[in-house]
């Protein structure tokens, strides 16, 4: 069977038009002129429109939105990494860790080695598997504005604990490094001072500088040729309020507390108003104080005033030594 094809003309376009080819039937010789006219093969011009290629499709669009789920999943794991502590972290792992019945005890007390062991159903030893809790209770999420950080852990996280007590600490001590140097440099002064003072170079022997639990201790002891105090009164001598006056400059400056205490000797004194050496120790720390207070110490410092009598001498041995009498002043170290 032979094949024609008739080219007809196509509508006017832009595009070039697709030709058909329509198999024509089978030539008989013996046809006339006109049946083979009528016979000849018809060819269908079929337009097609424009439109986009293979590439221009939607497949596309669906491997874009796997690839974004992923990295979208990705940063959301490395931000919970981030955004949590090594304990938080911890629990997470806990929680999705398989248990296994492997570390669940069965009772081994006498009898078969059945699912009670041998023990009554009522005995919390004959049951198979022991309670055990495998999971927290609840779930650690990351808050929505951003969880705790290593750096900046959360406030109730054990780290953060640890790591507040270790900022004190090294605060206190940094503290009270400062408070040895003040009370090493308040120690230099006082003394020079009172080796610049004609009237007090004399006496400047019995300000004493102890260094204790406390603080720094500074004592003005009496003896046998000085006394702070007249006889069994609470006025002040002149070159002992001379004396309180020059230790207060230096005390003045500093913020540390201070504690003021009054010791008498164990010598008793007739008086007809029922007084004794406690008053007088007490009333003796507190003129000490109010000196002190005059003189540029603020109020608010004096931590404590107080009278202790002959209960804690200078000297033990002889509770009569005039140096029993004396005032000490304690600079304390600083809390904060």
């Known amino acids: 069977m032979a094949t024609q094809a008739v080219a007809v003309a196509p509508e006017e376009s832009t595009e070039s038009p697709a030709l058909t080819l329509v198999p024509a039937a089978k030539a008989e010789p013996e046809a006339a002129p006109a049946e083979a006219a009528a ?11 424009p439109g986009h290629g293979g590439a221009h499709g939607g497949a596309w669009k669906i ?7 992923a990295m979208m999943a990705f940063f959301l794991l490395m931000w919970i990494l981030g955004a949590t502590n090594e304990s938080q972290r911890k629990s997470v792992a806990d929680y999705f860790k398989p248990t296994s019945h492997s570390e669940i005890t069965m009772g081994k007390l006498a009898g078969s080695n059945g699912i009670l062991g041998g023990k009554s159903i009522i005995d919390p030893d004959g049951f198979p598997y022991t309670a055990k809790q495998s999971a927290p209770l609840e779930r650690l999420t990351p808050r929505s504005e951003g969880g705790p950080t290593e750096n900046d852990p959360s406030p109730n996280s054990e780290n953060a604990k640890d790591n507040e007590q270790v900022t004190q600490d090294e605060k206190k001590k940094i503290i009270e490094e400062a408070d040895k140097t003040n009370f090493d440099k308040l120690e230099k002064e006082v003394r020079e001072q009172l ?45 002992a309020q001379a004396l309180i006056e020059e230790i207060s400059r230096s005390l003045a400056s500093m913020p540390n507390k201070l504690s003021v205490r009054g010791h008498t000797d164990s010598v008793a004194f007739a008086n007809s108003e029922n007084r004794n050496n406690w008053s007088l120790s007490a009333e003796r720390a507190e003129t000490t104080r109010a000196l002190l207070e005059k003189k540029g110490v603020n109020a608010s410092r004096f931590a404590q005033i107080e009278g202790v009598a002959d209960t804690a001498p200078f000297n033990p041995n002889d509770p009569k030594d005039p140096r029993n009498r004396r005032i000490s002043i304690t600079v304390k170290f600083r809390d904060e």
């Not at 491997?63 to 789920?69: C, E, K, S, Y």
Request: glycine share 4%.
């Open 195 to 239: 080796s610049q003072n004609p009237k007090l170079e004399k006496i400047k022997d019995q300000v004493q500088f102890v260094r204790e639990k406390e603080g720094l201790r500074v004592e003005i002891i009496d003896k046998a040729d000085f006394a702070m105090f007249s006889l069994g009164t609470t006025q002040l001598q002149p070159k």
């Open 39 to 49: 016979l000849a093969p018809i060819i269908v011009v079929k337009k097609i429109m």
């Open 63 to 69: 491997a874009l939105a796997d690839m974004m789920t």
